[in-house]
């Protein structure tokens, strides 16, 4: 059989009167074809399925290995969380309750006479809350030396209840010109002391 006699076969036209191998071929190149086209299509989704999920293993395992640091270090977390708590309720015990701030405050005003300071100012501004405590600020005025000053901030700081010292100003005081004798050099400080107090549940 010529090239042309194949031509002439091959052509859809004329296929229906072709011999058979020539018709047997075509159909086995149609199936072929179909097959390898549905294989390379089913292939692709498959491959793509593939390194969809390839991604989410990587993001899997790194995340394993983040929680297993974690859970590594857990008996480590719950030993610095016990003494967190530890360290929270001992500072809690040092707020005063609402009845013991009074007696707080008269601490802080003696602490100032034991230190040899004249008190020329000491007043108790309104309460703020603070979430789950209240902070009380004493507006302090004082004079007397720098070792007194130093003994009045040294007694705060020995206090049983939490008192802190801020905005303070230190300034000379003026010798008394009309005064006999030597004069010791007075300072006059002001400041901001601050006490706290806890507070109950139906405060906060």
Known sequence: MTLDEIQHHLNLENIGNSPFPIRLGVIVVLCTAIIAAGLWYDTRIQVEELEKHEKKELVLKEDFKLKARQAAKLELYK???????ATFGALLR???????????????????????????????????????????????????????????????????????????KLESVKKDAKAEGPQEDKLQMSATAKTYRYLQEDEQ
């Open 79 to 85: 030993e610095q969380l016990a003494e967190m708590n």
């Open 94 to 168: 040092q707020l005063p309750e609402k009845t013991d701030v009074e007696s707080l405050l008269v601490d802080v005003s003696q602490t100032g006479l034991a230190s040899g300071l004249e008190v020329k100012r000491f007043k108790p501004s309104a309460e703020e809350k603070k979430g789950f405590y209240a902070e009380l600020p004493i507006t302090l005025e004082v004079i007397g030396s720098f070792h007194q000053m130093a003994t009045f901030i040294s007694g705060i700081a020995a206090l049983p209840r939490i008192v802190t010292i801020s905005n303070m």
